[in-house]
């Protein structure tokens, strides 16, 4: 992360995101395909890595694709590249999608946020402890019972990020605040 200042002098957090140059492998369309849509290739990868039915697509790392509103037509072609200040301008806002930081195993406190007993009034070895867990009526744990277990690793979405710098050199995105996930993690960028 970084701060960037504004032309009133203001400073705001923001996330630099390497976004391209992405790569149009294949354009999908409702007549042929039963939904239009445009799979984009990023990144680059060793030609011995890549199947050799894939290679005619190109050498790329990562491959997505995403689908457009039936009654919207698609004027891209296979092969074309898109680039950050072709679909990004410095105001609109987007939506960041990604895996968050892995955190293990945690108990209840770090992941749900329980607030644990007291520490007075003789207590001892319970300051994290969950606490009570339900009746004896059922003779079972209730599904969703909030526990310690893994925590993290999943797809997390942050909406209504504000984009303060588009850097068409490097093809970059300054994203104000912050993203799911650790350096190096692959995110999704959409407008809203």
């Known amino acids: 992360m970084t701060q960037v200042y504004d032309e009133e002098g203001r400073v705001h957090p923001a996330t630099v995101l390497s976004a391209g140059p992405n790569t149009v492998t294949q354009v999908k369309t409702s007549e042929r395909d039963g939904y239009s849509a445009v799979q984009l290739g990023f990144g680059e990868r060793k030609e011995k890595r890549v199947h050799k039915a894939q290679r005619s697509k190109g050498l790329h790392r990562y491959m997505r694709e995403y689908r457009a509103s039936d009654n919207e037509e698609l004027s891209l072609e296979p092969g074309a590249t898109v680039t950050v200040d072709t679909v990004f301008s410095v105001g609109d806002k987007v939506v960041v999608s990604g895996t968050s930081k892995a955190k293990g195993f945690q108990g209840v406190v770090k992941r749900h946020g329980f607030h644990g007993g ?75």
């Not at 520490?119 to 339900?134: D, F, L, V, Y």
């Not at 797809?155 to 912050?178: S, Y």
């Open 118 to 192: 007291p520490r007075t009034h003789g207590q001892k070895h319970n300051e994290r402890s969950p606490g009570s867990i339900g009746g004896g009526l059922r003779n079972r744990v209730p599904k969703g019972m909030r526990m310690a277990g893994r925590m993290g690793g999943t797809r997390a979405t942050v909406k209504n990020l504000t984009i303060v710098g588009v850097n068409k050199e490097k093809n970059q995105l300054l994203v104000e605040g912050a993203v799911p996930g650790r350096r190096g993690t692959l995110i999704e960028v959409r407008g809203i």
